[in-house]
């Protein structure tokens, strides 16, 4: 089984909380616009305008409620070939939105803009939209192994509201094991589901690094990575980027998964505390 850059699923699966045995996986599998991204992004225009059409919604796992998280931040991303990708991210300021770095450069394609959608439960409309070409990505970002795989984009001014507010960042020595979080995104809700238009979330349980190298090969979970249990949901294709919530802390990025979201393995997320530093240096 191979590994890919993944996004939010809220299917249920089993698997001891922090501590399991796997079968490793095949090294990493890259080039994410190509083979997630650009479908995903043509799927959920599809669903969107579906959904519009015929006045309901695709349902698919559970939906989140305007408002609910309004730090979250989708991602429509413009390739240098002119074709369009998507992601997400999360507004840690007025002017500042904190994403995965193969969000915008893949080790493939390198994004020319990114239009960041805040304050809505869909991500090709509704809410407010703000296009920037201002990206900064972490200078030690490895693109074979997804290593500081974090990255900043910088925004025109945006006011907060009900919908619209950024979120604090987890700091300090915290490595969260055990503790119980949200995946916030608009990723698939199952390896075969239809695309649901609609913005999901999944609680999750954080696991010790430890428990997740026995999932992947080589040295791919250093310090700087956090991993969640598939216990109760899991990340899935198309969110890379989007949020991992805990304590209403942005405590990870959303950054690698399984290539079968309902694979009963853990995800990988770039750990906010590692990074701290490197964010609030951008604010």
């Given at each position: 089984m191979k590994l890919v850059l993944a996004s939010l699923c809220c299917c249920l699966w089993t698997l001891g909380a922090l501590g399991a045995s796997f079968e490793p996986y095949e090294?990493?599998?890259?080039?994410?616009?190509?083979?997630?991204?650009?479908?995903?992004?043509?799927?959920?225009?599809?669903?969107?305008?579906?959904?519009?059409?015929?006045?309901?919604?695709?349902?698919?796992?559970?939906?989140?409620?305007?408002?609910?998280?309004?730090?979250?931040?989708?991602?429509?991303?413009?390739?240098?070939?002119?074709?369009?990708?998507?992601?997400?991210?999360?507004?840690?300021?007025?002017t500042r939105v904190v994403t995965a770095a193969h969000n915008l450069y893949d080790g493939r394609q390198m994004v020319r803009h990114v239009t960041v959608v805040l304050g809505s439960e869909r991500i090709f409309s509704g809410g407010t939209r703000i296009t920037s070409s201002r990206m900064e990505l972490h200078a030690d970002y490895n693109t074979n192994t997804?290593?500081?795989?974090?990255?900043?984009?910088?925004?025109?001014?945006?006011?907060?509201?009900?919908?619209?507010?950024?979120?604090?960042?987890?700091?300090?020595?915290?490595?969260?094991?055990?503790?119980?979080?949200?995946?916030?995104?608009?990723?698939?809700?199952?390896?075969?589901?239809?695309?649901?238009?609609?913005?999901?979330?999944?609680?999750?349980?954080?696991?010790?690094?430890a428990a997740c190298r026995d999932a992947f090969p080589g040295n791919f979970v250093i310090d700087s990575?956090?991993?969640?249990?598939?216990?109760?949901?899991?990340?899935?294709?198309?969110?890379?980027?989007?949020?991992?919530?805990?304590?209403?802390?942005?405590?990870?990025v959303t950054s690698f998964g399984s290539s079968s979201c309902e694979e009963p393995r853990p995800a990988g997320f770039a750990r906010v505390t590692s990074f701290n530093s490197w964010i609030r240096a951008r604010m």
């Open positions: 090294p990493l599998e890259l080039n994410y616009h190509e083979r997630i991204g650009i479908p995903r992004a043509d799927a959920l225009r599809q669903a969107e305008l579906a959904a519009d059409f015929d006045g309901g919604r695709i349902i698919g796992g559970s939906p989140a409620a305007l408002g609910a998280y309004p730090y979250m931040a989708g991602q429509i991303m413009t390739l240098q070939n002119g074709r369009e990708s998507m992601g997400g991210g999360t507004l840690i300021s007025n997804l290593h500081n795989d974090i990255a900043i984009i910088t925004i025109d001014w945006v006011n907060y509201s009900n919908t619209i507010r950024n979120i604090g960042l987890a700091s300090g020595s915290n490595t969260y094991a055990g503790a119980w979080a949200w995946a916030i995104g608009f990723g698939k809700t199952s390896d075969v589901s239809m695309p649901s238009p609609d913005l999901m979330h999944v609680r999750v349980q954080v696991i010790t690094n990575t956090l991993c969640i249990s598939s216990a109760t949901g899991n990340i899935c294709t198309g969110d890379s980027g989007g949020p991992l919530v805990a304590n209403n802390l942005l405590i990870g």
